[in-house]
């Protein structure tokens, strides 16, 4: 069953504390924190008062789910809380996400839209505020997206090339002998027929 069914969501999930942020700035701050898999002194206070302690000497009798498994080695770490991150923990959190707002009775429509459209715009600002080579970003994303294109037109060309060579085409065996190049050798594909007589056509011009 999906975690998009809300009746599934709340069969399995109950919501039992919620701490929510002091302010824009503090969300930002706590938002920047997991990023970089940090735990703030807020989220630990968070988390050792509504969890059971841990006691050195047995096992925990629960898990900490995480997403991010960076931020889950820093829990672990400073506080001794095992902490899991995997398929079931990821879906069970995507459906925690998508019916957030029907845990909480006092959110009002559009209240948690608009909470996360002005964190994403804060946080997304600070990151190219403090980025260095902010300056040289889209040349950079340029040049990767000429990359990428550059790669993909071999790719498919090489692919053309091996289809028709396995057909075992009097043609296609001596076009592929003949043109070197598999993004070349789809150009002429579209040109000349399966006659013998334009494949030697091709082939005197490629000679010349």
């Keep these: 069953m999906s975690s998009k069914e809300l ?9 039992t504390a919620f701490h929510p942020f002091e302010s824009a ?8 924190a997991v990023s970089e898999g940090l735990m703030t002194d807020e989220l630990r206070s968070f988390l ?7 006691k050195g000497d047995k096992k925990p009798k629960f898990k900490l789910g995480l997403v991010d498994t960076k931020i889950g080695s820093h829990i672990h770490e400073v506080t001794k809380i095992p902490c899991e991150s995997g398929d079931f923990v990821h879906e069970l959190l995507r459906g925690v996400r998508l019916h957030f ?17 002005g964190l994403g715009h804060r946080y997304s600002r600070a990151k ?9 970003n889209m040349v950079i ?43 070349t050798m789809t150009t ?17 011009n490629t000679c010349s």
């Design 7 to 15: 009746n599934h969501s709340v069969c399995i999930t109950q919501l």
């Design 25 to 32: 700035l503090d969300a930002l701050n706590q938002c920047n």
């Design 48 to 54: 050792e008062l509504n969890l059971p302690k841990v």
């Design 101 to 117: 707002s029907k845990f909480l009775k006092d959110l009002k429509p559009g209240d948690l839209e608009k909470a996360q459209l």
């Design 128 to 136: 190219v505020k403090f980025n260095v080579n902010r300056v040289d």
């Design 141 to 183: 994303q340029a040049i990767l997206l000429l990359d990428t294109l550059d790669k993909d037109v071999n790719s498919f060309s090489m692919r053309v090339r091996h289809v028709l060579v396995l057909h075992k085409h009097f043609m296609f065996l001596k076009l592929a002998s003949v043109v070197h190049k598999s993004i």
């Design 188 to 204: 002429p594909l579209g040109i000349f027929g399966s006659t013998e007589s334009n494949l030697l056509a091709l082939k005197s």
